[in-house]
């Protein structure tokens, strides 16, 4: 975690700006430091997609959650009720064994999925393997490959399929779903996710990124500063050496 009054004395000290008015919370900082936190986020993404981090980078943000499937087999990660947004999915761990333990109940109705506050994950012996749309509807019947209706038995292999949208008229899953075979039909699933770093508000906040990036997210914001002046400056592209600068703060 880092501080926001850190980040604040460091950009008023660079800035010139100690004891005067000149720079506001709320009308510089606050935005300044919220739009290097996006900028940030897309570094990350940069990192990861190049495998030169890893998602445990960021561990503070790992949370595992647990999850009614509704009874097509599906899951919405509904973010008013986990009271943050999702990065990005790191793992799905269907018939977990929770604390305390529980027997799933009787959903209210068919495409709804719950999310489960009150239990925690232990354990389970499965993983999914994440399959593309392509993989998904072609092998359900082949044996030798994961998320297969074949082998039902404990030599099963579970698969999902990223979010996708399957609302009619006459379906209301509340959003984008996740969809898991062999079909877990009101079970429940821990679910691995990363969390979106959320926005700052106040100056007593804690910005949620590790503490060795300080000084990038110091002067990415100090860059939204310079470009609020009109310095014309391209904030929001992502660079290699951007990705080459987090990658060594991290390491």
């Not at 919370?25 to 990192?47: C, E, H, R, T, Y």
């Not at 092998?139 to 999902?160: D, H, M, P, V, W």
């Not at 075979?181 to 100056?203: C, E, Y």
Request: cysteine-free; charged content about 20%; glycine content about 6%.
């Amino acid at each position: 975690m880092i501080a926001v009054q850190t980040v604040v004395d460091r950009m008023k000290s660079v800035l010139d700006a100690e004891g005067s008015d000149r720079y506001l919370f709320d009308q510089d900082f606050k935005p300044a430091i919220n739009s290097a936190i996006d900028w940030l986020v897309a570094v990350f993404n940069g990192a990861f997609s190049d495998k030169k981090l890893s998602e445990e980078d960021l561990r503070e943000l790992v949370k595992t959650t647990i999850w009614q499937a509704n009874s097509f087999s599906r899951i919405n990660f509904d973010e008013t009720a986990l009271g943050y947004k999702v990065w990005t999915i790191l793992g799905v761990f269907p018939e977990p064994t929770t604390y305390p333990e529980a027997v799933a109940p009787a959903l209210s109705t068919p495409e709804e999925s719950v999310f489960r506050s009150d239990l925690s994950f232990v354990d389970s012996q499965w993983s999914a393997k994440r399959l593309t749309i392509e993989e998904w509807n072609g092998n359900r019947g082949n044996i030798f490959t994961a998320g297969n209706e074949t082998l039902l038995n404990s030599l099963k292999s579970y698969a999902y399929l990223g979010h996708g949208g399957y609302e009619s008229s006459n379906y209301n899953a509340g959003g984008e779903e996740i969809q898991i075979r062999p079909n877990v039909p009101g079970q429940f699933v821990a679910v691995a996710i990363l969390k979106n770093p959320s926005k700052i508000d106040v100056i007593s906040d804690d910005i949620e990124l590790p503490a060795p990036i300080l000084d990038l997210l110091f002067q990415k914001a100090l860059n939204f500063i310079a470009y609020k002046q009109g310095d014309k400056t391209s904030l929001f592209a992502v660079t290699a050496a951007d990705i080459s600068t987090l990658v060594k703060l991290m390491v």
